[in-house]
T-cell receptor, first 114, second 112 residues
Framework: DAEITQSPRHKITETGRQVTLACHQT?????MFWYRQDLGHGLRLIHY???????NKGEVSDGYSVSRSNTEDLPLTLESAASSQTSVYFCASSATSSGVDTQYFGPGTRLTVL | DQQVKQNSPSLSVQEGRISILNCDYT??????FLWYKKYPAEGPTFLISISSIKDKNEDGRFTVFLNKSAKHLSLHIVPSQPGDSAVYFC???????????FGAGTILRVKS
């Protein structure tokens, strides 16, 4: 069955370190998204991609970067981790950007920055 | 500026009764609305949606109502079951790019 996976599921790091969170989907979806979930804010969009070599900034992109070298993967990199980036991170994918389409979410990565 | 608001952080309902979760939005350009359900330690999963050209959409025990003039939508769960206990997110879509704007979520607890 097609799925979307994230790794690691839990990560503890120190302020200033570079961290990369992995997202891999086997749906063959063109669109991939990264969100963070924080209490009182719901899910906020960090970065998104509509296809290979395409990346776009979301509403909370500062301090994060992504790259899309193939259809299946969209890794999220925190260049220099800050305590404000402690959060739960979700990756999602969907088939088309032309019109609304259901987004399928991964299980999440809980990141703690000390 | 939160464009999608879920003003009730939590809701507690007795098993068998109706659960009503509310969502308000500020952007009149939103033309599609979705509800996602999330269990602890899992990702959100799609539950039900409604287009702005409709005022009601039903799927089994779940019904979503849309009041465009009030910029308000609600999710009704009848009858509520303990397995419905989860966080429910309201999300809105603006007609291009498949980007969703989410509310803060409402924790639903269904007591048996």
């Amino acid at each position: 069955d097609a799925e979307i996976t994230q790794s690691p599921r839990h990560k503890i790091t120190e302020t200033g370190r570079q961290v990369t969170l992995a997202c891999h989907q086997t749906w063959n979806h063109n669109n991939m998204f990264w969100y963070r979930q924080d209490l009182g804010h719901g899910l906020r969009l960090i970065h998104y991609s509509y296809g290979v070599h395409d990346t776009n900034k979301g509403e909370v992109s500062d301090g994060y970067s992504v790259s899309r070298s193939n259809t299946e993967d969209l890794p999220l990199t925190l260049e220099s981790a800050a305590s404000s980036q402690t959060s739960v991170y979700f990756c999602a994918s969907s088939a088309t950007s032309s019109g609304v389409d259901t987004q399928y979410f991964g299980p999440g990565t809980r990141l703690t920055v000390l | 500026d939160q464009q999608v608001k879920q003003n009730s952080p939590s809701l507690s309902v007795q098993e068998g009764r109706i659960s009503i979760l509310n969502c308000d939005y500020t952007n009149s350009m939103f033309d599609y609305f979705l509800w996602y359900k999330k269990y602890p330690a899992e990702g959100p999963t799609f539950l039900i949606s409604i287009s702005s050209i409709k005022d009601k959409n039903e799927d089994g025990r779940f019904t979503v109502f849309l009041n465009k003039s009030a910029k308000h939508l609600s999710l009704h769960i009848v009858p509520s079951q303990p397995g419905d206990s989860a966080v429910y997110f309201c999300a809105a879509f603006r007609g291009y790019g498949n980007k969703l704007v989410f509310g803060a979520g409402t924790i639903l607890r269904v007591k048996s």
